[in-house]
């Protein structure tokens, strides 16, 4: 990974995620089974790397409001155990509701930085983290931290987006969004969705981390919905960090921001409704 620049603050930054979270939770969950529609498959695909069997005990980092923890719970059984972490103590509280009301007695949640595990060494079987790496400012110290509380021959399985130009239902937005704040183009090195989707990164991390046998599959999540409106409500509700980006801005200038947003993603629209193309990269590697 690259140093980082001297003017980054990562506590300043985690603190914000932490607000972003507590505030946008609600929303992620309520759009729940449209992003299960859009990211479902990454996730099946992370617990098929992490080889996830009955009665292991599942760490998942940045767990929002209950995925992957929940499809883990599935796998795990009833003589399994999960532990579901988050930063935001506000949307790891709706993970624990959502297990609740699933009836997943054998999912646990804790208020957790992933970059500082405050877990047992050797404790765990599997550790997930979905869309949550490349947010993280030193994801190599984080995954050294997951691989200290594995045991012996434990997998770690992660999510992340892969480029730019393979995922345009943030690319786009998040172009238009940064011109109309006025912002500077992203920093190499610092975190962000596509900090880990250049060719080779995922891997360098994980073998930076003490990790080996690394393995990276791209898997294409289409972000599908009726209709480019419908998208942008998804994307203005539930994707905080575009609203993060123009919390400096007037009211005014925030919704003509999210129009232009809107006109640019109807070339995505056909008589079939609205398609986006999206891409993750899952990735696995053995302690």
Known sequence: MAEQQPSFDAAKYKNAQREQWNKDG???????????????????????????????????????????????????????????????????????????????????????????????????????????????????AALREWRRVLRPGGRVAVAVFSSPDRNSWGALPASIIRRRAQLSPPVPGQPGPFSLGGPGLLENVFRQAGFAGPEVRAVPVPHRAASAAEY????????GGFNAMMAHLLPQERKSAWNEVEGAMRSFESHGGFEVPGECLVGAATK
């Open 26 to 140: 609600a929303a992620w969950r309520r759009w729940t089974p449209t992003l299960e529609r859009w990211y479902g498959v990454a996730t099946r695909q992370m617990l098929d790397l992490a080889r996830t069997q009955p009665g292991q005990r599942i760490l998942d980092v940045a767990a929002g409001a209950g995925e992957p923890a929940v499809s883990a719970a599935e796998r795990v059984g009833p003589s399994g155990y999960v532990l579901a972490t988050d930063i935001s103590e506000g949307i790891i509280e709706l993970a624990l509701q959502v297990a609740r009301e699933r009836g997943y007695k054998q999912i646990e949640t804790r208020v957790m930085d992933g970059e500082r595990v405050d877990l047992p060494d050797a404790s765990f079987d599997v550790v997930l983290c979905r869309l949550g790496l490349m947010y993280m400012p030193d994801p190599v």
């Open 232 to 239: 942008v409500r998804v994307a203005e509700e539930a994707f």
